[in-house]
């Protein structure tokens, strides 16, 4: 039981590139999110997803896209990187009930830099 | 969504108990008060939740008063692995919707 796991680790981009994210989780669990986070502010939440299919924006949705075509996997798109996206990264999954006070089961993150 | 309130740094020695308060004055009826902690690149990790008085488990304990306006985790004898990011969120029983990390306090135990 792996949790939730994320590729890559570490990424260098130049601005302009675009790339994907994947977060992989293998507790069947319904609710998937992303986060973002930098130095002083704490974690601020990108796209969500309440299940196979869904997607919801949060609170920093622009320039990122997602999608949600298996239930184990939430990916995260970048189609044009910007110097300001230079942050790490972390995805989340909670329970099928989809609450906000469910526990949310973080990824070890992805630390990306745009140059 | 309630806004919360919590000191940025706080220092302790190894063995003390370190409580940290996190205000919300605008919480909901249906809100509950969860922390998170975060050990340096890693991601948050669920330490507890409650809703009104005392909950207890084996790594914390959280205090809410009656009115529920702030509460505060309390870590027994702390050490130097307790060295982290802790955040308080406020959150409702409610499908669909996403909990709001602030930015945390940060806690630093010294031997």
């Known amino acids: 039981n792996a949790g939730v796991t994320q590729t890559p680790k570490f990424r260098v981009l130049k601005t302009g590139q675009s790339m994907t994210l994947l977060c992989a989780q293998d507790m069947n669990h319904e609710y998937m999110y992303w986060y973002r986070q930098d130095p002083g502010m704490g974690l601020r939440l990108i796209h969500y997803?309440?299940?196979?299919?869904?997607?919801a924006k949060g609170e920093v949705p622009d320039g990122y896209n997602v999608s949600r075509l298996k239930k184990q996997n939430f990916l995260l798109g970048l189609e044009s990187a910007a110097p300001s996206q230079t942050s790490v990264y972390f995805c989340?999954?909670?329970?099928?009930?989809?609450?906000?006070?469910?526990?949310?089961?973080f990824g070890p993150g992805t630390r990306l830099t745009v140059l | 969504l309630a806004k919360t309130t919590q000191p940025i740094s706080m220092d302790s020695y190894e063995g003390q108990e370190v409580n940290i308060t996190c205000s919300h004055n605008?919480?909901?009826?249906?809100?509950?008060i969860t922390w998170y902690q975060q050990f340096p690149s890693q991601g948050p990790r669920f330490i507890i939740q409650g809703y009104k008085t005392k909950v207890t488990n084996e790594v914390a304990s959280l205090f809410i008063p009656a009115d529920r306006k702030s509460s505060t985790l309390s870590l027994p004898r702390v050490s130097l692995s307790d060295t982290a990011v802790y955040y308080c969120l406020v959150g409702q029983n409610q499908a669909g919707t996403a909990l709001i990390f602030g930015k945390g306090t940060t806690l630093s135990v010294s031997s």
């Open positions: 997803s309440v299940g196979e299919g869904t997607t």
């Open positions: 989340a999954s909670s329970a099928y009930r989809g609450l906000a006070t469910d526990t949310q089961y």
């Open positions: 605008n919480i909901a009826t249906n809100d509950y």
